[in-house]
């Protein structure tokens, strides 16, 4: 398996430009999570779901963001729109089972907002 | 929620010595505890995990130790190599939620 598969790898984009961001879950993981990481805070938990269901998206920061599960192989993290302080990189991480299992990370996507 | 606290934040050594990781959690029910290493600029990879139902775990140079009652679960590199420096996370799972992830501690290793 290719693993998970983030797109794109870096984003470079002016405040107030919408932004987003893809994530492909490794075939038959029902959960895909999508993080943020920063040194300030470490990794935040931004939301997550099962079966392309959305669980909790308590960790959104706000409006600005959301994110949709179309179907079992696709996600997206958009910002609407973006600022400085977006500027992180953004991990998508998919997992068979919930908890109890391991979690697989993408590669990442650094995002740059000037 | 799980509250996860880990220490050191950072941590220094020199190559062939051991280095320990310590982690705390809050909730008593949570029963599953992996280990991430992340190099610089690279994703968190998975390097050992260890359940509830077991006190240690080895892997080569990597040992997990957990203790239920004061709930607290360590990481143990022995012999360290260059290549072991990086950040590595604890993280900790009680069932009700997600993951929740230590703030992360940066090793060191010098030749």
């Known amino acids: 398996d290719a693993g998970v598969i983030q797109s794109p790898r870096h984003e470079v984009t002016e405040m107030g430009q919408e932004v987003t961001l893809r994530c492909k879950p490794i075939?038959?993981?029902?959960?895909l999570f999508w993080y943020r990481q920063t040194m300030m805070r470490g990794l935040e938990l931004l939301i997550y779901?099962?079966?392309?269901?959305?669980?909790?998206d308590s960790g959104m920061p706000e409006d600005r963001f959301s994110a949709k599960m179309p179907n079992a192989s696709f996600s997206t993290l958009k910002i609407q729109p973006s600022e400085p302080r977006d500027s992180a990189v953004y991990f998508c991480?998919?997992?068979?089972?919930?908890?109890?299992?391991?979690?697989?990370f993408g590669n990442g996507t650094r995002l740059t907002v000037t | 929620g799980e509250n996860v606290e880990q220490h050191p934040s950072t941590l220094s050594v020199q190559e062939g010595d051991s280095a320990v990781i310590k982690c705390t959690y809050s909730?008593?029910?949570?029963?599953?505890f992996p280990w991430y290493k992340q190099e610089l600029g690279k994703r968190p990879q998975l390097i050992i995990d260890?359940?509830?139902?077991?006190g240690e775990k080895k892997d080569q140079r990597i040992a997990v130790t957990l203790n239920k009652t004061a709930k607290h679960f360590s990481l143990h590199i022995t012999e360290t190599q260059p290549e072991d420096s990086a950040v590595y996370f604890c993280?900790?799972?009680?069932?009700?939620?997600?993951?929740?992830f230590g703030k992360g501690t940066m090793l060191l290793v010098s030749p």
């Open positions: 991480a998919s997992s068979l089972g919930q908890g109890g299992s391991p979690l697989h």
């Open positions: 075939s038959g993981h029902d959960y």
């Open positions: 779901f099962n079966n392309n269901v959305p669980i909790d």
């Open positions: 909730d008593s029910a949570s029963n599953y």
């Open positions: 260890i359940r509830s139902n077991v």
């Open positions: 993280a900790a799972f009680s069932g009700y939620s997600t993951l929740t």
